[in-house]
């Protein structure tokens, strides 16, 4: 099959690139939670986003480099697959290296394939990357964990002087970005990355969790994601889940994601997806805790640019 590769061109690609990962949704990690994703700052330039369409302009694959992430993000209709994904990464470890000293560019790439999808594998190998799942101290996998939203869900009380509730709108977006920074020890969310999540289509309001402080702080935070699957159910993915440091003794963020559940339960989602670091031991057990089951091994690779590891 003959394709042809193009930049970016509009949010439009954006709602085209969701629909293509999320009507394949078993080939890919990141289906549900693509409207928090593609908002990311990482994407604000257009060459680093690349599609791929047949002559009719049907599309067929895309990849994009996540500067946020440091993350190869990319989708394949299963028909081109085999030969796309080579191509793919080949136009993301070219454009790896010629920017890896610019703002967007980083020391490292990684990309994240389920155990089960041996040919991607012997794709990344053969291109340099390296599977993390094996490095002593620095192993790095990860797991897609899921539950029915039929089961029960456990009921948490609020701490006393706390506060549970949808995060305040657009207003709000600059105290989140504190939190999640603080949360995560990174800079990387930015007030216009989360203030774009606030007006995509897919975003659900009542699906935004903050809890607040007595000091009126926010503390914790869990966001909701919805998707139709390709039988008509409705599917929910959690991403992102935090808590501030000074505050994880109270479990805010075992409270903030029990919400988002009972408020998915009520919206008649079927089942719920998260993915999760295997060496956060606390996440792990805290979505265990709450009736997440491990369906997908996930597998990390990487590959060093520039001559930097």
């Given amino acids: 099959?003959?394709?042809?590769?193009?930049?970016?061109?509009?949010?439009?690609?954006?709602?085209?690139?969701?629909?293509?990962?999320?009507?394949?949704?078993?080939?890919?990690?990141?289906t549900i939670d693509l409207?928090?994703?593609?908002?990311?700052?990482?994407?604000?330039?257009?060459?680093?986003?690349?599609?791929?369409?047949?002559?009719?302009?049907?599309?067929?694959?895309w990849a994009a480099l996540q500067a946020p992430f440091w993350t190869i993000?990319?989708?394949?209709?299963?028909?081109?697959?085999?030969?796309?994904?080579?191509?793919?990464?080949?136009?993301?470890?070219?454009?790896?290296?010629?920017?890896?000293?610019?703002?967007?560019?980083?020391?490292?790439?990684?990309?994240?394939?389920?155990?089960?999808?041996?040919?991607?594998?012997?794709?990344?190998?053969?291109?340099?990357f390296t599977d993390q799942g094996d490095m002593g101290e620095?192993?790095?996998?990860?797991?897609?964990?899921?539950?029915?939203?039929?089961?029960?869900?456990?009921q948490f009380p609020v701490p006393q002087g706390f506060t549970?509730?949808?995060l305040a709108g657009v207003g709000e977006a600059a105290a989140y970005v504190a939190l999640h920074q603080e949360t995560f020890e990174t800079k990387?969310?930015?007030?216009?990355?989360?203030?774009?999540?606030?007006?995509?289509?897919?975003?659900?309001?009542?699906?935004?969790?903050?809890?607040?402080?007595p000091d009126g702080r926010l503390g914790a935070f869990c966001i909701g994601?919805?998707?139709?699957?390709?039988?008509?159910?409705?599917?929910?993915?959690?991403?992102p889940l935090g808590c501030h440091p000074d505050f994880r003794r109270y479990a805010l963020g075992r409270l903030a994601l029990a919400e988002v559940l009972h408020r998915m339960q009520a919206l008649g989602v079927s089942s719920i997806l998260v993915e999760t670091d295997i060496y956060r031991n606390t996440a792990l057990a805290l979505y265990e805790s709450l009736g997440f089951q491990v369906i997908q091994d996930v597998r990390v690779f990487r590959k060093n640019y520039g001559g930097r590891a």
């Fill in 1 to 30: 099959m003959k394709l042809f590769p193009r930049t970016y061109s509009g949010e439009a690609d954006k709602k085209s690139m969701a629909s293509l990962a999320q009507a394949f949704s078993a080939s890919h990690l990141h």
């Fill in 35 to 61: 409207p928090y994703r593609l908002s990311s700052w990482g994407l604000d330039e257009p060459e680093n986003i690349r599609l791929w369409e047949t002559g009719n302009g049907v599309l067929m694959g």
């Fill in 73 to 128: 993000d990319y989708a394949c209709h299963p028909e081109a697959a085999s030969e796309l994904f080579v191509e793919m990464l080949a136009w993301a470890d070219s454009l790896a290296e010629e920017i890896v000293e610019t703002p967007d560019g980083h020391p490292a790439w990684y990309v994240n394939v389920f155990a089960s999808q041996t040919e991607h594998i012997r794709v990344l190998e053969e291109a340099g």
């Fill in 138 to 154: 620095d192993s790095w996998s990860k797991v897609l964990m899921q539950r029915s939203a039929q089961e029960p869900i456990r």
């Fill in 164 to 166: 549970l509730r949808p």
């Fill in 188 to 213: 990387n969310m930015t007030v216009a990355w989360r203030s774009r999540t606030l007006q995509h289509p897919a975003y659900t309001p009542d699906l935004d969790i903050v809890i607040a402080a």
């Fill in 225 to 239: 994601w919805l998707m139709r699957g390709v039988s008509g159910d409705l599917i929910g993915q959690i991403e």
